[in-house]
């Protein structure tokens, strides 16, 4: 039986589908296999898996499904048994539609950005969390490191009911770029961004191992 992350924000842009594609790759990298599933009726992750396809000529390395609130128990519990490691994106809202997904989860992954703004949606992720007893944790995107915002932001997380990830996601072109590719950060040329997102995988598999 694999385990099932659930990438989960109320804010949008706060980078959940960058952080979805980018586990994926990043697990599938490091020799686990690994489906990706879509609750968003945006369908970012889908359109992203599609453009994946066609860069690849058809032949895929994740396995790819989509679900509404009502399937996604279903789907996932198909998906586990078959998969290492199974990530779920989600809408940007928190509310009845997302708790299947919460429900269905080993790990919440919360991503904020370097905001205020993001910050203060955390709190109602993590209170759906808890009331399902599925330990979460906070991932900085769009990360800027340096400045007080950033600073500020990261005190601000570290206060709240959650772990805060050491690793973080800079605010990098490469995510926006390779995004739209189809890829992810580890499939362009070498450059910070794979440290990143390697540092990233590690950490949250180590969150994984300890369950």
């Known amino acids: 039986m694999g385990y099932v992350?659930?990438?989960?924000?109320?804010?949008?842009?706060?980078?959940?589908?960058?952080?979805?594609?980018?586990?994926?790759?990043?697990f599938a990298k490091a020799g686990k296999s690994v489906a990706l599933m879509d609750t968003d009726p945006q369908g970012s992750a889908g359109r992203w898996f599609m453009a994946?396809?066609?860069?690849?000529?058809?032949?895929?390395?994740?396995?790819?499904?989509?679900?509404?609130?009502?399937?996604?128990?279903?789907?996932?519990?198909?998906?586990?048994?078959?998969?290492?490691?199974?990530?779920?994106?989600?809408?940007?809202?928190?509310?009845?539609?997302?708790?299947p997904a919460l429900r269905a989860s080993d790990l919440v992954l919360v991503p904020v950005a370097t905001s205020h703004l993001d910050l203060w949606a955390v709190e109602v992720v993590l209170y759906l969390?808890?009331?399902?007893?599925?330990?979460?944790?906070i991932v900085m995107t769009r990360n800027r490191p340096g400045t007080r915002l950033a600073g500020e932001v990261a005190q601000k997380a570290s206060e709240l009911e959650a772990d805060v990830a050491e690793a973080s996601m800079a605010n990098r072109v490469v995510y926006a770029e390779t995004l739209?590719?189809?890829?992810?950060?580890?499939?362009a040329r070498k450059g910070p961004a794979h440290d990143e997102v390697n540092a990233l995988v590690a950490e949250v598999q180590a969150v994984l191992d300890r369950l």
Do not use: C
Not at 5 to 24: F, M, P, S
Not at 71 to 94: C, F, M, N, Q, W
Not at 180 to 187: F, N, S, T, V, W
């Open 5 to 26: 992350i659930t990438i989960a924000q109320q804010k949008g842009g706060a980078g959940k589908t960058t952080l979805a594609v980018n586990l994926a790759v990043g």
């Open 52 to 99: 994946r396809l066609e860069d690849r000529d058809g032949t895929p390395d994740l396995d790819f499904s989509t679900a509404s609130a009502w399937g996604v128990t279903y789907e996932v519990r198909k998906l586990a048994d078959a998969h290492d490691i199974v990530i779920i994106d989600t809408p940007p809202k928190a509310d009845s539609d997302l708790r």
């Open 129 to 137: 969390a808890g009331r399902e007893s599925k330990p979460a944790m």
């Open 180 to 187: 739209g590719q189809g890829r992810a950060a580890l499939e």
